[in-house]
Structure formats: structure tokens, C-alpha cells
Nanobody, 128 residues
Framework: QVQLVESGGGLVQAGGSLRLSCAAS????????MGWFRQAPGKEREFVAA????????YYADSLKGRFIISRDNAKSTVYLQMDSLKPEDTALYYC?????????????????????WGQGTQVTVSS
């Protein structure tokens, strides 16, 4: 059973930055694409970004391109989400997830059902 543990969330003012981390318990981490999702109160879980097993191919939700950057360090079994120019509407619980495959594109990245394991989430709150 893979365990994913997110960290790095918190309270930040609009325009600020946060870097989320997600550490995996298994060495199989390096063989899977990884994704970040978020869920605001009363809303459905929303795709944020995904990255291939090698870290060379990122994929982003169109609305977040240019502000968020996903990266990974396979030696540390960790995936990151750098979030800049944060807005109040970015407030949500942020989850990382392990994809069933090594790479993804399009709906293959954004569909929640294609992710086998999920973390418990880390809260991000952006004040105006």
C-alpha cells in the first residue's frame, strides 16, 4: 500500500507563494506519473497538474498555466507544486495522487479515476 503525505500548505496573502510537497512511501514512486488536485468547499475535486515518471513532461489545467509549476525528485520520492501569484480562489484542500501509468496526457491526466493512491491533503488558504 502506497502512502502519500502532503505538506507545505498554510495561510498566505493574495499574490504570495507556497510550495507544496508530497512524499511517497514506496520506491515504485519513480515508475508512475504523479498529479495534484484540489477541492474547495462545496465543489468537486479539480485537476491541477500532473508530471510524467521522468519529470520531463508536465501537464497543467489550462486555467493554472503560468502560475503553478509541478516538479519531482525521484531520489527523494517526492513531487512538488510551486504556486505563485496566489489568488483567493486558489483556496482549497490540495491532494497529491499516484497515477496508474508512467505518463499521461489530456483526460488521461485529469480524470480522478486513473489515480490509484491519494494523500490526505494539505490546506491552502489565500486571504484577500
Amino acid at each position: 500500500q502506497v502512502q502519500l503525505v502532503e505538506s507545505g500548505g498554510g495561510l498566505v496573502q493574495a499574490g504570495g507563494s507556497l510550495r507544496l510537497s508530497c512524499a511517497a512511501s514506496e520506491r515504485t514512486f519513480s515508475g508512475h506519473a504523479m498529479g495534484w488536485f484540489r477541492q474547495a468547499p462545496g465543489k468537486e475535486r479539480e485537476f491541477v497538474a500532473a508530471i510524467s515518471w521522468s519529470g520531463t513532461t508536465p501537464y497543467y489545467a489550462d486555467s493554472l498555466k503560468g502560475r503553478f509549476i509541478i516538479s519531482r525528485d525521484n531520489a527523494k520520492s517526492t513531487v512538488y507544486l510551486q504556486m505563485d501569484s496566489l489568488k483567493p480562489e486558489d483556496t482549497a484542500l490540495y491532494y497529491c495522487a499516484m497515477h496508474v501509468g508512467r505518463e499521461c496526457s489530456g483526460d488521461g491526466c485529469s480524470a480522478t479515476g486513473i489515480y490509484a493512491y491519494w494523500g490526505q491533503g494539505t490546506q491552502v488558504t489565500v486571504s484577500s
